[in-house]
Nanobody, 129 residues
């Protein structure tokens, strides 16, 4: 059974940094892609970043490019999202997700939530102004 467990959320002032972690278990992820999505109150879920587990190619939403960095540690089966220069509009519940066999998907598909088969429960990030 695949499990994705997020951690690292919290309250931070604008301009600060947080690092989210997603501990993954239950399958071999070498052919998969992993992603971060977020959902703010009253808004739809949106793509934040994605990474191919093998090879490490990364993709970012324009709104976070240059501020957020996605990475993974193969040995620990853990994905990270380093968030710098946080803004109040980054406030949301952040979810990690796994796209089975997504390592072979064309890039634009990884920006879509329906490409992902497994989801974590989410972690709250609140950025105060």
């Amino acid at each position: 059974q695949v499990q994705l467990v997020e951690s690292g959320g919290g309250l931070m002032q604008a301009g600060g940094s947080l690092r989210l972690s997603c501990a993954a278990s239950g399958r071999t992820f070498s052919n998969d892609a992993m992603g971060w999505f977020r959902q703010a109150p009253g808004k739809e879920r949106e793509f934040v970043a994605a990474i191919r587990w093998s090879g490490g190619s990364t993709y970012y939403a324009d709104s976070v490019k240059g501020r957020f960095t996605i990475s993974r540690d193969n040995a620990k089966n853990t994905m990270y999202l380093q968030m710098n220069s946080l803004k109040p509009e980054d406030t949301a519940v952040y979810f990690c997700a796994c796209a089975a066999s997504g390592g072979r998907s064309v890039a634009y598909l990884l920006l879509r939530g329906n490409a992902y088969n497994y989801w974590g429960q989410g972690t709250q990030v609140t950025v105060s102004s």
